[in-house]
């Protein structure tokens, strides 16, 4: 079964708007990753954030999480063209200790130029 | 460019066959993970190896089976295959085991059982 569950499902808006997604999650973790693809092809890692920091940023891209709702939050700001793919978001599960991830469902992206 | 690489790229197969999924991690990883990808599932981990040895289970069918050879490649085997099997199969490296780490994806080998 999922891990996490992602809001929305599909999102679609214009180039230059900002993005945002959010990802639920059941048990407790050690990170919470997000990952992109694009159709059809390998997922591409974005951001790593650890269960003691609460937001990171990486470019155009911010990440929040708050453990104790065990939700995230994927921001894309002044989205392109290219950003249109599929988001997912990853965690580990705290008993795992492996790189094992668990995957949620994703939120698909259409940014329209 | 992940720089994992993955083949077959696409593979047609009859139901009750068996199909060997083949990958090779980045340079100098030492993790390799298997995932699924289908409509209805997701992406779903099914098995992760580092350094030879199985490190972590999900969930993989009895009819599947993984390995890692010594030089870190490895083979996703698939037998018995069902209409159900159909999906995209992802392999993805990480320079170590344990948390905190970001693994790097192949193209994926999308597997079709007629």
């Known amino acids: 079964s999922q891990q996490g569950e992602e809001d929305p499902q599909a999102l679609s808006i214009q180039e230059g708007e900002n993005a945002t997604m959010n990802c639920s999650y059941k048990?407790?973790?050690?990170?919470l990753q997000w990952y992109r693809q694009n159709s059809g092809r390998g997922l591409v890692h974005l951001i790593l954030?650890?269960?003691?920091?609460r937001e990171k940023h990486s470019g155009r891209l911010r990440v929040t999480l708050d453990t104790s709702k065990k939700s995230s939050s994927l921001l894309i700001t002044a989205s392109r063209a290219a950003d249109t793919a599929s988001y997912f978001c990853?965690?580990?599960?705290?008993?795992?200790?492996?790189?094992?991830?668990?995957f949620g469902q994703g939120t698909t992206l259409q940014v329209k130029p | 460019d992940s720089g994992v690489t993955q083949t077959p790229k696409h593979l047609i197969t009859a139901t009750g066959q068996r199909v060997t999924l083949r990958c090779s991690p980045r340079s100098g990883d030492l993790s390799v993970y298997w995932y699924q990808q289908s409509l209805d599932q997701g992406l779903q981990f099914l098995i992760q190896?580092?350094?030879?040895?199985?490190?972590a289970k999900g969930n993989i069918l009895e009819r599947f089976s993984a390995q890692q050879f010594p030089d870190l490649h490895s083979e996703l085997n698939l037998s018995s295959l069902e209409l159900g099997d159909s999906a995209l199969y992802f392999c993805?490296?990480?320079?170590?085991?344990?948390?905190?780490?970001?693994?790097?994806f192949g193209p994926g080998t999308r597997l079709t059982v007629l």
């Open positions: 048990t407790s973790i050690n990170n």
């Open positions: 993805a490296s990480s320079d170590r085991d344990g948390i905190y780490n970001e693994q790097f």
């Open positions: 190896y580092y350094n030879g040895e199985e490190r």
């Open positions: 954030i650890r269960s003691n920091e």
């Open positions: 990853a965690t580990d599960g705290r008993s795992s200790n492996t790189g094992k991830l668990i």
